[in-house]
């Protein structure tokens, strides 16, 4: 856990310098009142520092500070913080791509396609779900910096309380509907997609508390969800194609393990207690006792008799500070509200532009659609390397954004991270693809082989995307909704225009994913170096 600075008894943090009778401050400060001992108290926190990587960890020492221990990076630190998170998200894919090939040998390949279809439907419904991840880190990382911890709980329980009530709906308008979305989707039968849109809602409940995880920099306990999550759906998976529920049986997997990684979630939360108010500091950012560290530091007493005036000044600024925070409340509420918006917008088209390929080809020829879900399940476990990845590039770039600092160090982890599997990827599909599609799914689904590499380099492209989008979001950037949305409109065009062709479709796709790649990163270039020029 995060070291924590020395408690009074009512439970704040101790006051800092308080016989000079003045507020330390060495930096831009954020004033919040907060209730101890039934007397009004006001924290400070200083706004200098940086925010920690992983839990338990010490915190970065920013430029021209203190010591750091020899050979430790900014670029290694930042490679240590996601690795926790990079070695699970391995284990859960791997666990995954096992499951995937063993259950293509066990439907028939218009079953398989059917599943594949369906499973890009989650994942565009999930996209919406994770919006409100981007949000939760948004908001709790802005609450934490300026001492507010005792508005998470209050709103955390509200809205779950509101996000039940979508789900219960949201399930019965999909059992309603279930016929005319299988019509839709040329699917075989109604069985799957009232459990597939289901997941799609429940992934909301599970990106609240994830969020929260992320918040708090919690990446063990956050890691540990993302094994939960794969290892039950690969063995649910199993036994529910096996008693021969078969596609039906798979995405009734896929809702139960998202259920189970919720309950996971909310038992981390409730052990690691991140957001009690009395016994953590407001940030989870550097270490206790460090002057440019960001700990509250209270206002002092008033001065016994015969003892110096604080300065009024000082005192006037504190004041002041603390009327502020109470007049944004308001505009925090609206700011979250547009935060998850926008990451609604943002993910949502990340899911189309993800899944656009699988949905119009399968409609257009749904013969192809089996071959062509070989090769865009393999290749899309780059695009689900990103999602998890951005676990740890959103809650650190949205730390440091408050610190009037970039995380280019952190973002170039992520990307070092994710071109190992890429090149492996890209190297396999260019050279053996359609033993390797053998191998792996069997003969009869080889027959998308020839756009195997072109579809491995557009995921890659669209997984460099994804971390991208992610970054921007944490910064708060909403115009990237506007380049994707510009991205998705032209990959509908294009890929609808190839007929339901495999290699014209993956061609398509790649020319779109590559563009909007550039102009992405071009955009975290642009950011960074705006916000280096404003410091």
């Known amino acids: 856990m995060t070291s924590t600075a020395p408690r009074s008894a009512a439970g704040t943090a101790a006051p800092a310098d308080r016989g000079s009778g003045t507020v330390r401050s060495s930096g831009p400060a954020a004033v919040a009142p907060v209730l101890a001992g039934g007397h009004r108290q006001v924290d400070v926190a200083l706004s200098t520092g940086t925010a920690t990587t992983t839990v338990g960890e010490a915190a970065p020492v920013p430029e021209g500070g203190r010591r750091q221990s020899p050979g430790s990076s900014p670029a290694m630190k930042a490679l240590r913080g996601a690795r926790p998170l990079a070695l699970a998200g391995m284990l859960a894919t ?9 259950i293509a040998r066990m439907l028939t390949t218009r079953g398989y396609g059917a599943l594949a279809q369906l499973i890009a439907l989650f994942f565009v419904l999930s996209m919406p779900g994770s919006a409100l991840l981007v949000g939760v880190v948004r908001r709790v990382t802005a609450w934490r910096r300026v001492s507010r911890l005792d508005l998470v709980a209050d709103w955390v329980r509200a809205t779950r309380r509101r996000a039940l009530v979508l789900v219960i709906l949201f399930s019965l308008l999909a059992i309603a509907l279930r016929g005319v979305i299988a019509e839709w989707m040329n699917l075989p039968s109604p069985a799957g997609v009232a459990e597939t849109l289901s997941a799609g809602a429940v992934w909301g409940l599970l990106s609240l508390d994830r969020g929260l995880l992320q918040a708090g920099h919690a990446y063990p306990p956050l890691g540990r969800n993302l094994i939960v999550e794969g290892l039950s759906r690969c063995l649910l998976t199993v036994a ?12 009734l997997a896929i809702l139960l ?11 981390s ?13 407001a940030d989870p950012g550097p270490a206790a006792g460090d002057p440019a560290a960001g700990d509250p530091v209270v206002a002092p007493a008033p001065p016994a008799a015969g003892e110096p005036t604080p300065d009024a000044g ?7 500070h603390s009327e502020a925070v109470h007049s ?45 879900a070989a090769i865009s399940v393999a290749t899309k476990l780059l695009v689900l390397a990103a999602l998890v990845l951005s676990s740890f590039l959103l809650p650190e770039a949205a730390a440091r954004r408050h610190l009037g600092e970039h995380a280019l160090h952190q973002l170039g982890a992520t990307l070092t991270i994710l071109a190992i599997p890429a090149a492996l990827l890209l190297t396999v599909s260019f050279f053996a693809p359609r033993q390797l599609l053998g191998v792996a799914f069997g003969g009869r689904l080889t027959a998308a082989a020839p756009a195997f590499a072109t579809l491995a380099a557009a995921m890659s492209c669209l997984a460099m995307t994804v971390l991208f989008t992610h970054y921007l979001l944490a910064v708060g950037r909403r115009r990237i909704v ?32 590559a563009g909007l790649a550039a102009v992405t990163g071009a955009s975290v270039l642009h950011v960074t170096r705006k916000s280096v020029r404003v410091s």
Not at 94 to 102: D, E, R
Not at 240 to 251: E, I, N, P, S, W
Not at 269 to 281: G, V
């Open 328 to 372: 944004n409340d308001a505009h925090s509420r609206r700011s979250l509200t547009v935060d998850v918006g926008t990451a609604l917008a943002a993910l949502a088209l990340l899911g189309v532009l993800q899944n656009i390929d699988v949905v119009l080809l399968g409609r257009a020829e749904p013969s192809n659609a089996g071959a062509y």
């Open 240 to 251: 529910l194609v096996a008693v021969g529920l078969g596609v039906q049986g798979a995405t």
């Open 94 to 102: 791997a666990a995954n791509v096992g499951v995937t090939l063993l």
């Open 257 to 267: 393990s998202v259920i189970f990684a919720d309950l996971d979630a909310r038992r």
């Open 269 to 281: 939360l409730t052990a690691l207690d991140l957001y009690d108010p009395t016994r953590i500091p």
């Open 314 to 320: 000082a005192m006037r600024a504190v004041v002041a």
């Open 482 to 513: 506007f380049l994707l949305l510009a991205g998705a409109a032209v990959a509908t065009v294009l890929i609808a225009s190839r007929h339901g062709a495999p290699v014209a479709t993956a061609r398509a796709d790649l020319i779109t994913q």
